[in-house]
T-cell receptor, first 111, second 113 residues
């Protein structure tokens, strides 16, 4: 079982639609990060959330960290084909050294 | 991110050979993680190193795999006697400290033939 469970695993939508992807765990994290990875490339950091209940916005992307710091969500408004990619969440638990990743949500936005 | 350099980008090895994957972290970063990624999957943690120390290798197979991060030079992930199942993309990430953001290299794609 994954420490961080991401859902859905795959998502295919039309350009202009909104979507939300989730990252859940039974563990508490000191911080959670969201990355986007395109084919053939390494993951690129989008945002880090640190405080329980925190909401961060990056243009059309809205990131939320759960109050209990066990889960996070990423909402994309008016998706564009350029948003296509693998979205990964990652975090390090308090007192642990290992930064773990979820399995990712593979998003396809069709024009 | 261009700051973390991995080489080679592509590596082909025959079964039984050794593979050496290099990762030069960003300037000033002394923490390195290695991950393995199979096609259509997420990143699987392998090992976490600080300069000259292995902090956590719980994700790395106990046989054939080893990692180091010397005082000088890049971090090395070494796979001895490679098998077809070792074929994957291997990514390293560097951090300034454990709790700061991770920056990834572009990965090394290992193919075992």
């Amino acid at each position: 079982t994954q420490l961080l469970e991401q859902s859905p695993q795959f998502l295919s939508i039309q350009e202009g639609e909104n979507l939300t992807v989730y990252c859940n765990s039974s563990s508490v994290f000191s911080s959670l990060q969201w990355y986007r990875q395109e084919p053939g490339e390494g993951p690129v950091l989008l945002v880090t959330v640190v405080t329980g209940g925190e909401v961060k916005k990056l243009k059309r992307l809205t990131f939320q960290f759960g109050d209990a710091r066990k889960d996070s969500s990423l909402h994309i408004t008016a998706a564009q084909p350029g948003d296509t990619g693998l979205y990964l969440c990652a975090g390090a638990r308090r007192g642990n050294n290992d930064m773990r990743f979820g399995a990712g949500t593979r998003l396809t936005v069709k024009p | 991110n261009a700051g973390v350099m991995q080489n080679p980008r592509h590596l082909v090895r025959r079964r039984g050979q050794e593979a050496r994957l290099r990762c030069s972290p960003m300037k000033g970063h002394s923490h390195v993680y290695w991950y393995r990624q199979l096609p259509e999957e997420g990143l699987k943690f392998m090992v976490y190193l600080q300069k000259e120390n292995i902090i956590d290798e719980s994700g790395m197979p106990k046989e054939r795999f080893s990692a180091e991060f010397p005082k000088e030079g890049p971090s090395i992930l070494r796979i001895q006697q490679v098998v077809r199942g070792d074929s994957a993309a291997y990514f390293c990430a560097s951090l300034y400290t454990r709790d700061t953001e991770a920056f990834f290299g572009q990965g090394t794609r290992l193919t075992v033939v």
